[in-house]
């Protein structure tokens, strides 16, 4: 009898107008089961869920003019959808949940912070504690929970190309990896430190300077579990062949396979 799984993935397109033809060639290559999508960058009116449904997805979106976005895309019906942190008055679109099965996924476009000690850098701040307070409610309900989208952190200094360059600045500051910390302290665990180390690692690269094909990257997309999906782990990749193709994302998808209870 062949296992049943899911496969959860998460992908920055950096413009859902732009990326729809990668993502509709990547979803009918039967890469996933359940995606976590962030900058869309659409007004709700404008996301593509007619060409979505005709290729046989359901989607639910949180979107708003030129800039974040996020939504989530299952091959099955995705229910009780929710955006927003509950409680953090924020005007951008940066959050939505939906439940599928018995899994619920929260999708999350962290900000970038702009440069450490900014106003954004700030706000920042502040958004990943308001994420904390939601996670540790949505864990009462919720236990197989996944937090998946770009965090804009990178967690350890391995998750660089160049610590000399990154250290201390934005995504590698002590403050946001301290607050990358305190949601893993709710009790998730980053799934990419559920497996022996890939070769590939890094997840965004920059488009200056011919980024990625120097292998200047980052690790800053995550899927973070709940311990009843850790044990369900079957399997963890980074799919590097998105970021190949013709005008590329400047990320590319993470995905995490778990059994099914």
């Not at 959808?81 to 996924?105: N, S």
């Not at 009843?228 to 970021?243: K, S």
């Amino acid at each position: 009898m062949t296992e049943s799984t899911t496969r959860l993935a998460t992908w920055n397109v950096n413009s859902l107008n732009v990326r729809l033809p990668h993502m509709l060639q990547w979803l009918g290559s039967d890469a996933a089961d359940l995606v976590a999508v962030q900058e869309t960058k659409l007004t709700d009116d404008r996301f593509p869920v007619d060409a979505l449904t005709e290729a046989g997805w359901h989607s639910a979106w949180h979107g708003q003019k030129t800039y974040n976005g996020v939504a989530l895309i299952s091959r099955h019906p995705i229910e009780d959808v929710t955006t927003g942190i509950p409680g953090f008055d924020d005007t951008q679109a940066r959050v939505i949940a939906g439940t599928v099965g018995d899994l619920r996924m929260i999708c999350v476009y962290v900000p970038n912070g702009q440069a450490v000690g900014s106003d954004k850098y700030h706000y920042k701040l502040e958004w990943l504690a308001a994420l904390r307070d939601y996670i540790v409610d949505s864990l009462q309900t919720h236990p197989r929970l996944v937090v998946s989208g770009d965090f804009n952190i990178a967690p350890t200094v391995e998750d660089t190309h160049d610590p000399d360059r990154w250290e201390g600045n934005i995504l590698c500051s002590d403050a946001e990896r301290a607050a990358l910390t305190a949601l893993l302290d709710t009790g998730l665990t980053d799934a990419f430190t559920c497996i022996a180390a890939p070769e590939q690692r890094f997840t965004w690269w920059d488009y200056r300077q011919g980024g990625f094909r120097r292998g200047h990257g980052l690790r800053i997309d995550h899927h973070l579990i709940s311990a009843p999906l850790v044990g369900a782990m079957t399997d963890f990749r980074i799919d590097i062949e998105p970021r190949r193709w013709e005008r590329p994302s400047d990320h590319t998808p993470v995905l995490c396979e778990l059994r099914e209870n």
